[in-house]
């Protein structure tokens, strides 16, 4: 009999809660191998009322009741004070009992960060977790951290970030040796602020054993020029933000190019199925896994709706599937002997 894997779920997490997830775990659920199955945490009463609604989902999923729930407004630190008891809180501590083998949560990203940290620890002596992104390319997907669980990052924090993301993009995406840069304001060696100059001289020198391809900058991030993408969580927000925003305005002023007249109207319904394909292939990542943990989180768009969050489902699902874990810990074990081999080449070559 095969194994089953659980997913533990905040289900009161995000701007609409059970309304949304219910439905939402209902529809992946019945698309994944029946070995899949869920945790749901929150209010027993509301989400037993709604899985009622779903046929079939009773006999897959499991409600754990939490009290409380986090509010999308919580600062980080507020979160950790009260976060015992809360719906998020449980689905997190679930994967480090070993109940199950990813966490999911549509709630406060500042809150699942810091509750993630203190109840799983980092991997390999990590500093702290980054947020990554997959977007699409015309070459399949590029790797994009952090997109927005750390503001200000030194350059050992980008170091960190292009080893996770080099191991992710392996495991994910199946590349053998994945193509790594850091984000910049121009590809020449002299610009940017002094962290991201920094973390490229390091990589530079090699003894971290990446494909290290120097920088990129914005208009390189869909253009497929590397696998993975690094740079700090402010700009990889504000970058991963704008896309979406510019994704929904084309999707928009097609749809209203489309259905001007009449003409437009009976052609955009003959296209209907190529046009689907291209919205699908704009729309933004529905889950970002938050690296560098002992153990596999992801965070779901606090807004997303009932397919955006069924997607995030069944990543969940595929990346438990995975050894993304085992492989990113094996290799950010050489990050500290790494760094300071480097240190001491730099400090020696006067670079």
Same mark, same amino acid.
């Given at each position: 009999?095969?194994?089953?894997?659980?997913?533990?779920?905040? #289900?009161?997490?995000?701007?609409?809660?059970?309304?949304?997830? +219910?439905?939402?775990?209902?529809?992946?659920?019945?698309?994944?191998?029946?070995?899949?199955?869920?945790?749901?945490?929150?209010?027993?009463?509301?989400?037993?009322?709604?899985?009622?609604?779903?046929?079939?989902?009773?006999? *897959?999923?499991?409600?754990?009741?939490?009290?409380?729930? +986090?509010?999308?407004?919580?600062?980080?630190?507020?979160?950790?004070?009260?976060?015992?008891?809360?719906?998020?809180?449980?689905?997190?501590?679930?994967?480090?009992?070993?109940?199950?083998?990813?966490?999911?949560?549509?709630?406060?990203?500042?809150?699942?960060?810091?509750?993630?940290?203190?109840?799983? *620890?980092?991997?390999?002596?990590?500093?702290?977790?980054?947020?990554? #992104?997959?977007?699409?390319?015309?070459?399949?997907?590029?790797?994009?951290?952090?997109?927005?669980?750390?503001?200000?990052?030194?350059?050992?924090?980008?170091?960190?970030?292009?080893?996770?993301?080099?191991?992710?993009?392996? /495991?994910?995406?199946?590349?053998?040796?994945?193509?790594?840069?850091?984000?910049?304001?121009?590809?020449?060696?002299?610009?940017?602020?002094?962290?991201?100059?920094? #973390?490229?001289?390091?990589?530079?020198?090699?003894?971290?054993?990446?494909?290290?391809?120097?920088?990129?900058?914005?208009?390189?991030?869909?253009?497929?020029?590397?696998?993975?993408?690094?740079?700090? =969580?402010?700009? =990889?927000?504000? /970058?991963?933000?704008?896309?979406?925003? /510019?994704?929904?305005?084309?999707?928009?002023?097609?749809? #209203?190019?489309?259905?001007?007249?009449?003409?437009?109207?009976?052609?955009?319904?003959?296209?209907?199925?190529?046009?689907?394909?291209? *919205?699908?292939?704009?729309?933004?990542?529905?889950?970002?896994?938050?690296?560098?943990?002992? =153990?596999?989180?992801?965070?779901?768009?606090?807004?997303?709706?009932?397919?955006?969050?069924?997607?995030?489902?069944?990543?969940?699902?595929?990346?438990?599937?995975?050894?993304?874990?085992?492989?990113?810990?094996?290799?950010?074990?050489?990050?500290?002997? /790494?760094?300071?081999?480097?240190?001491?080449?730099?400090?020696?070559?006067?670079?």
């Amino acid at each position: 009999m095969t194994e089953p894997l659980v997913i533990s779920i905040d #289900a009161m997490g995000g701007d609409h809660g059970p309304s949304v997830v +219910i439905p939402a775990v209902a529809q992946a659920l019945a698309t994944l191998p029946s070995n899949v199955r869920v945790l749901l945490h929150g209010d027993e009463t509301v989400l037993n009322a709604e899985i009622a609604r779903c046929r079939g989902l009773a006999e *897959r999923a499991e409600v754990r009741h939490a009290e409380r729930v +986090i509010g999308m407004d919580e600062k980080p630190a507020q979160a950790l004070r009260r976060g015992k008891g809360t719906s998020m809180w449980h689905a997190v501590e679930a994967l480090r009992e070993g109940r199950a083998s990813a966490a999911l949560s549509a709630g406060n990203t500042g809150a699942l960060m810091a509750i993630s940290k203190l109840i799983l *620890r980092m991997s390999a002596d990590l500093d702290r977790p980054a947020l990554v #992104a997959s977007l699409p390319t015309p070459r399949g997907f590029t790797t994009f951290l952090d997109v927005g669980a750390n503001v200000d990052c030194d350059a050992e924090r980008l170091i960190e970030f292009a080893i996770m993301g080099e191991a992710f993009h392996r /495991a994910a995406h199946g590349v053998s040796r994945p193509t790594v840069a850091l984000l910049n304001v121009g590809s020449e060696e002299m610009k940017g602020h002094e962290e991201v100059r920094e #973390a490229n001289r390091i990589l530079r020198l090699g003894a971290l054993d990446l494909d290290y391809r120097g920088f990129v900058e914005g208009d390189d991030l869909t253009g497929g020029v590397v696998d993975v993408v690094v740079t700090d =969580g402010f700009t =990889g927000n504000v /970058a991963l933000k704008a896309m979406e925003g /510019a994704a929904r305005f084309i999707t928009e002023e097609l749809k #209203a190019a489309l259905t001007s007249n009449l003409s437009g109207t009976l052609g955009a319904a003959l296209a209907k199925p190529s046009l689907r394909r291209f *919205r699908d292939r704009l729309s933004p990542p529905p889950a970002a896994p938050l690296l560098g943990l002992n =153990g596999l989180v992801l965070k779901c768009h606090g807004g997303a709706g009932q397919a955006d969050y069924a997607h995030a489902v069944r990543v969940a699902a595929d990346l438990a599937r995975s050894d993304i874990s085992s492989e990113i810990e094996q290799n950010m074990r050489r990050l500290p002997s /790494a760094l300071a081999e480097q240190g001491g080449q730099a400090a020696e070559g006067g670079v």
